[in-house]
């Protein structure tokens, strides 16, 4: 098993930051891709970013490049995302997930997270 714990959502204003974190334990972690996922109300939940634990690679839903950025702290078990240059669109429910290949799709990733609320007003 593999436990998730993110932290960091709240309410931001149009064009301010946040950044969340995802604190992993239990199984090696570092064998897994951490991925990043959001619900909006009323919405299927859909891709964010992604990152291995190697580093090999990392990658980006469309809406997001440029302004949203994945890391992890390897000695921490921790990934974050960092969230600039927010919009109102990008409130939804944040979903930290580890799966065992690269994938988009939400089917492909095995822990989830309870996710944190990120509220953007306009």
């Known amino acids: 098993q593999v436990q998730l714990v993110e932290s960091g959502g709240g309410l931001v204003q149009a064009g301010g930051s946040l950044r969340l974190s995802c604190a992993a334990s239990?199984?090696?972690?570092?064998?897994?891709?951490m991925g990043w996922f959001r619900q909006a109300s009323g919405k299927e939940r859909e891709f964010v970013a992604a990152?291995?634990?190697?580093?090999?690679?990392?990658y980006y839903a469309d809406p997001v490049k440029g302004r949203f950025t994945i890391s992890k702290n390897n000695a921490k078990n921790t990934v974050y995302l960092q969230m600039n240059s927010l919009k109102p669109e990008d409130t939804a429910v944040y979903f930290c997930a580890a799966g065992a290949s690269r994938s988009y799709s939400p089917l492909e990733y095995d822990y989830w997270g309870q996710g944190t609320q990120v509220t953007v007003s306009s």
């Open positions: 239990g199984r090696t972690v570092s064998n897994y891709v």
């Open positions: 990152i291995s634990w190697g580093g090999a690679f990392s």
